[in-house]
């Protein structure tokens, strides 16, 4: 079965090339879309389970929708809902829009808050791809004391390496996941080393070489982290180990969704030591 535009475009025929320009058609296009179907809601899910999905740079595309229909395929009970936080602006401008990304968070963080308030037996899990990671572990950190997600996903991290994530473990009740490759060295590698990381540091990201705890990280808060490397095996899943391939619906039916399953049987008290009085 044919796996999409990958038959006619493939970032990876740019890779010869470390020029600029050439670099940033790359990196703007490298979220080509993969043929799918958008997520359908059935009927009888959830109430109680709810998922949000943080796109990358490219806003929401079919990738997105192929992510959250093989969560649904894989088991996954609650509903799923897709914010595209670049303002119909994306691209490189959304990377390095960091004002009104910075309010965009605030926007996501706000979208939680209130859903928590309307229903405080709310499983939330929170899921993201390359640059959509820094909006999630951003709109986190804003959230009031006390509050919780069940469950971080951060998929091809755009942050950098040593982006303290201690402030957005804090709001996370069970694990948060990152998957990243060591195949993903156009666009976590010379991509963000010459255009920038989603938090502004000119580097490898997260999603390339995993995230290393810096000097001020809360030891307590990062035994939530599980980093989980590309493996081969997922191939017959449709991931290659590139900047899209943790999109597949296949992968996230067969890894993704029973992490995420498994996370919302997390008791509240998980991390007693978190300071939020749960």
Known sequence: MMRGPRSFFSY?????????????????????????EPTTRPKGESRDVWLLHLPGIGGEMPIDHNMTAGLKEGGFPGTIEIYDWTENDPGLAALLAHE?????????????EKRLKENPKLKITLTSHSAGTGLAVWALEKLPEGMQVQTLVLLASALSP?????????????NAYL???NGDTLVLG??????GTVDGVKSESAGLVG??????????QYEKLVQVPYDKAWLKYNDDGDHIGCMSRSFAKHVLAPVV?????TSR??????GTGE
């Open 162 to 174: 040593r982006y303290d994530l201690t402030e957005a473990l804090k709001h996370v009740r069970g």
């Open 12 to 36: 990876k025929t740019l890779a010869f090339s470390l020029r600029p320009g050439v670099l940033a058609f790359a990196f703007i296009f490298v979220t080509a879309v993969r043929a799918g």
């Open 269 to 274: 008290n998980s991390h007693p030591s978190d």
């Open 179 to 181: 998957y990243y490759s």
């Open 100 to 112: 009104r990304n910075e309010r965009e968070a605030t926007k996501i963080s706000r979208m939680i």
């Open 211 to 220: 995230f290393s705890p810096p000097q001020s990280a809360d030891p307590k």
């Open 261 to 265: 399953i498994e996370g919302l049987a």
């Open 190 to 195: 010379a991509g963000t080393k010459m255009f």
